[in-house]
């Protein structure tokens, strides 16, 4: 008897440790920067798919769609605070969409000029909210990087020049990071835009087509310029627009 109910136990014990071990390798995908348990679209949509494990062994699967993810897919979305090392999946998967762009279609802009630009309700770095309405009649620059961009570190400095140089204009930075990963970063580098942090929004503007992304709006709330990555080039066709626009 003693040996019968031991082998239940046994088995018990054995059932549990499987199931804990099952849900601990269940997968976890990446589609533009938003967590799924399972793929939301037909495979047929996807057009790229990346193997990401962190230093800590969480692994997940960065995919790229052909169209931008519907929001009925969306809602299959699964909190960043249901992933271990979220920010770092985050940063992994950044890093290597932009390594690997030059290999990607761009996705249609998702934003163009002569739009209005949407609503937006975000958070700066010490916890302050920011709405559409505190920009009204201001010309505003959002540009949108994450801490493992390597472009996006370099040209910090000169966005900083041009805040210094154009005061009266609304410059936010933005990345989906949470402010602990964020501030070591801006303060290294003295970057002096308003910082918003755990952007769920302006990132679903990027798609595939790289980072940074850096967009004017004119006093009218209608965007005027959008640039994906970075070159000198852009900076100062970006800085040549907002000039005209204050």
């Known amino acids: 008897m003693k040996k019968y109910l031991f082998a239940i136990a046994f088995c018990l014990v054995a059932m549990a440790s499987y199931a804990q071990n099952a849900k601990a390798t269940e997968a976890i995908y990446i589609i533009e920067g938003l967590f799924f348990r399972e793929v939301p679209v037909d ?31 969306k809602k299959f979305a699964v909190s960043e605070e249901e992933i271990p090392e979220a920010d770092v999946l985050l940063e992994m998967y950044q890093e290597r969409l932009g390594r690997m762009k030059q290999s990607y279609v761009a996705t249609e802009e998702l934003l163009k000029t002569g739009d209005k ?9 010490d916890g302050k909210e920011w709405r559409s309405e505190d920009v009204e009649g201001k010309v505003m620059v959002l540009n949108c ?15 900083s020049q041009w805040k210094n140089e154009m005061p009266d204009v609304m410059f936010f930075s933005a990345t989906y990071e949470k402010p602990e990963t964020a501030r070591p970063v801006l303060e290294k580098i003295g970057f002096n835009w308003i910082h918003l942090v755990r952007d769920k929004q302006f990132k679903n503007y990027i798609g595939n087509n790289g980072y940074p992304m850096t967009i004017v709006v004119d006093k009218n709330g209608i965007i005027a310029q959008i640039e994906y990555g970075t070159s000198p080039l852009q900076r100062e066709s970006l800085k040549k627009t907002i000039q005209n626009l204050r």
């Open 145 to 159: 990087w994450f801490t493992g961009c390597e472009p996006c570190r370099a040209e910090m400095p000169e966005l």
């Open 117 to 125: 630009f949407p609503r937006f309700v975000a958070y700066d770095i």
């Open 43 to 73: 495979f047929s949509l996807t057009d790229g798919v990346m193997s990401i494990k962190t230093a800590n062994g969480t692994q997940a699967y960065g995919m790229s769609v052909k169209e931008p993810l519907s929001e009925a897919a």
